[in-house]
Nanobody, 118 residues
């Protein structure tokens, strides 16, 4: 089992910055893909960014140039640095871990609220 715990969410003004953290524990040796997803009210959960063992990163088009995902293996923590935040970045952000990009099953954190205000 893998446990994922998000932190760092909150309320921020548009144009501001926020860094989310996801601390992983448990059987993390099997986790090669760590990602951040978000779900806005009334919308489906969507991928924001992910990082694969070896350093490959992928970003949603809506956040490219504003968001950076990184991983500290020594701390078993994944970060999501978000800059130039927009109102549409508001939502619940979830950390996800899985074995491969194509894995059907995944571990999820409990989610953390990010609210961008005008």
């Amino acid at each position: 089992q893998v446990q994922l715990v998000e932190s760092g969410g909150g309320l921020v003004q548009a144009g501001g910055s926020l860094t989310l953290s996801c601390a992983a524990s448990g059987s993390i040796a099997s986790i090669n893909v760590m990602g951040w997803y978000r779900q806005a009210p009334g919308k489906q959960r969507e991928l924001v960014a992910r990082i694969i063992t070896g350093g490959t990163t992928n970003y949603a088009d809506s956040v490219k140039g504003r968001v950076t995902i990184s991983r500290d293996n020594a701390k078993n923590t994944v970060y999501l640095q978000m800059n130039s935040l927009k109102l549409e970045d508001t939502g619940v952000y979830y950390c996800q871990g899985k074995k491969t990009v194509w894995s059907g099953s995944a571990y999820w954190g409990q989610g953390i609220q990010v609210t961008v205000s005008s």
